[in-house]
Structure formats: C-alpha cells, structure tokens
C-alpha cells in the first residue's frame, strides 16, 4: 500500500484559481455531529506559467485522535482549532487513551479552571471500532465542542454536554467540494452544494479532475 493508506490526486481544469476541502461524512451520520473541512488545498490552473501546478496530491494514513475546541456554540458557521489532542485507536477494547497510549475511549472535563482531556478510571464497555468521549459535570453548555481528528487534523465535531458520553462510529466515507473554507470551518449545507464522493473501492490512490463547470469527475 505504501507510505500512506489513501492519496488523492486534483486536477484544476475550471480555468481558474480554486481552493479545494476535503472532508468526511458517516454513512448514518447523526444530525448533531459537524463535519469539518479536513484538508484544504488551493490549486492554480494557468498551464502556461507551469503545467504541474494546476494539480496538487492529499495523502492521509487512518490514524485517529480524540480533540477538543473551546468553539461556543456549535453551528455550521463554526471554526474548530483543536486545543489538544490525544491518541484513539478503533482497535482497542475497554481502554482508556493517555497523552502518550491510544484507546477507545477518553474522560473530558472542566479541571482547575480549564478544560482537559482526563484518562478513564473505568472504562466502558464499547463496540468494537466505536470511539467514546464520557463528559464530565463540569462541562459547560454550548462552550466547547470535542470530536475527532485523522492524521492530525480535525474531521467531526459535536458539542460538549455535562455528564454525557458522545459515541463515535468511525465509517469514514471521504468528499470533496471547491469552496473558500480554511482547514478546521464547518461544512455548511451550501457548503456541500456541489460536493463529490471519493470512491477508493478499486483503487487506494486515485485522480478527480475539477472543469470549468464547476463539476468533478475522477478517473476509472
């Protein structure tokens, strides 16, 4: 397979400068859970300057990390900056992450004034392949949001609620849309607007190509 796990290769053809986000959807996504632009590209197309420079390559490996952002309410017009970070792994049953070890699951909590990301004293029973966040009583609501990120960038967010365990399902199915976005904003609605679905069933490495109708297409 390589280095990495998925390489995604774009292809400006619209004509013009394009700034391009890839991000991620669930296939049953709960209408609480945000997605986020996970990497954002900006692609020229002016073959005459340079003709490699109207094409850029995203390559990830699937590695997760439990993070949190002190976002306000969340919404679709929200940006997510994560505060922190520690090891997930989908693969790890009734263990809880440190700072330094990936599990399934991970405490958060208001501590001393400040939030944090806490280790799990008893870990829950969780379904293999799921994620668990336990929110504490501290938490506020409608001030910080936590959630997930792969490859070290943030891709889901859902809102931090006090004494609430947040269960992630990650069934990751990867999407790209042309907008004007930066790497950590919601993906609005209108921001899906003309979003298309990567399909790496035959292929973990391939090629979409943007035109100048604002279409994408990738190759077979």
């Known amino acids: 397979m390589g280095e990495f ?7 400006n053809d619209s004509g013009e400068t394009r700034d391009f986000a890839v991000f991620q959807k669930a296939p049953k996504q709960d209408k609480s859970i945000q997605s986020l632009a996970w990497f ?12 490699a420079a109207d094409s850029a390559a995203f390559k990830w490996n699937e590695d997760y990390s439990f993070v949190w952002s002190e ?7 929200v940006h997510f900056e994560a505060s922190d970070a520690w090891p997930a792994d989908t693969s790890a049953v009734k263990t809880s992450s440190t700072r330094k070890k990936a599990g399934d699951q991970v405490g958060f909590d208001k501590e001393g004034g400040a939030y944090t990301f806490q280790q799990v004293d008893r870990p829950n029973d969780v379904q293999k392949g799921q994620l668990l966040v336990k929110c504490g009583g501290n938490t506020e609501k409608k001030k910080t949001s936590i959630g997930l990120a792969m490859y070290g960038s943030p891709f889901f967010a859902v809102q931090a609620e006090p004494n609430f365990n947040w269960i992630f399902a990650p069934e990751p199915e ?9 790497k950590g904003d919601a993906i609005s609605a209108v921001g899906m607007s003309n979003a298309y679905k990567i399909d790496f069933s035959l292929s ?17």
């Open 5 to 11: 796990d998925y390489t995604l290769r774009v292809k």
């Open 40 to 51: 954002v590209k900006t692609i020229h197309d002016n073959p005459a300057m340079d003709p």
């Open 71 to 77: 976002t306000g309410e969340l919404n679709d017009q």
């Open 174 to 182: 990867y999407w790209i849309v042309a907008t004007k976005l930066v």
């Open 204 to 220: 973990n490495d391939v090629t979409v190509t943007y035109d100048g109708q604002n279409r994408f297409s990738q190759q077979r």
